[in-house]
């Protein structure tokens, strides 16, 4: 009893860095939506999101682990997120009413596909991932993004993107990448003018408003350039609160999800914006070097799961807020409100902080 008790104190010392970013980005999230909250309902229902998240991050860190979830169990679990993501489809839903409250199954996605590969990958681990098992990962992959795509189209793919670069990492066969690469151009070329049509006028809309934001001021390119003038007006330290036009006068489109970042720029400025981002650019660095040194297989796929799934929700988030990349409706972990996104965060934050834990204990 005693060794355990020793082994937590030095898992704990040793990954203070990490716990003490965590409770940070905690704190200046629910701070940033105190003051975008509209009434003091809306705060504390973003409140309790962070709460219940932060809550199952430390009892399933501190009395579960993460290697003693079954096969089945996580495999039961695909399928039926899978059914419902299924009946959503038929539905033409994006969310999952339950009456008392609304939830996003897409974003349940990410941390059980992680799980579930993670663990199929590390039973035979290799540098390469051996082609069979390879076609099988794409199988488990594709299935619910197609599910998700008819309805959430830009993410879905960029699902793909952040699972794809994760099986790069571990290794694909060269001969297989470029393949995969050559069929990719060879769709583009020939399908991408026909899918085109089929996009629907929102869709196009998002493409037109990024390629002329000023041509469409204000219509489709209307969010962007709000967004471009709240990050432009907050300066060095901010506008502070309550005083940037963007948000105090309701400017700002989808200022507590998708462009949560944008107002966050206008109240503090270039200094806040450095905060945050060396806040959360630390998680990721942090995630990285636990994949390095943990001796498991399983805990290096995981950690690095986690660590691509927040660098590609940060890079998206970002770049459709200045305007580097298409708008899309990412939200931004921490800063960004919703139940759903809150719950995923934490649950994935729980997988790489137990990685980090437990390896303390299994030397």
Known sequence: MQVKKDNYKEAIKR????????????????IHQFFLA???????????WHVLGLSIFFFLLF????????????????????????IMLIFHKRWL????????????????????????????PSEVIPPKKLLKIFGLIALPLILIMPTDLDYAFIMGVMFFSWLLFIGIPKRI??????????????????????????????????????KYAKTWGYQLNQSLIAIGSGGLTGQKFYKGWSTRLGYLPAKHTDLAFAVWA???????????????????????????????WFGKYLSLGVSLI?????FFNLGGCSGLLPMTSIPLPFLSYGGSITVSV??????????????????
Request: proline residues 2%; charged residues 15%; aromatic residues 22%.
């Open 15 to 30: 990954n203070l860095k990490g716990f003490l970013v965590v409770l940070s980005l905690f704190v200046l999230g629910n």
């Open 310 to 314: 927040f660098l590609w929700q940060l």
């Open 266 to 296: 206008e109240t503090w400025g270039l200094l806040g914006v450095s905060v945050f981002l060396v806040l959360y650019g630390y998680l990721i660095y942090f995630g990285i070097c636990v994949s390095q040194t943990t001796k498991d």
């Open 177 to 214: 990448f470029i393949l995969l690469l050559s069929g990719v151009l060879l769709f583009s070329f020939l399908f991408v003018p026909i899918a085109w049509q089929k996009l629907k006028p929102h869709q196009k809309g998002r493409i037109y408003g990024y390629l002329e934001p000023e």
């Open 38 to 48: 509209e009434n003091v309902a809306f705060f504390i229902k973003n409140l309790l």
């Open 346 to 363: 934490y649950i994935l934050l729980y997988l790489l902080f137990n990685v980090a834990i437990k390896k303390y204990f299994f030397k």
């Open 63 to 86: 009395f579960t682990d993460y290697k003693k979830v079954s096969f089945r169990a996580l495999w039961y679990a695909y399928w039926i997120l899978n059914f419902v993501l299924f």
């Open 97 to 124: 009413n339950l009456g008392f409250l609304s939830l996003q199954p897409s974003e349940f996605v990410k941390f059980i596909l992680l799980w579930l590969i993670s663990l199929y990958l590390s039973k035979e």
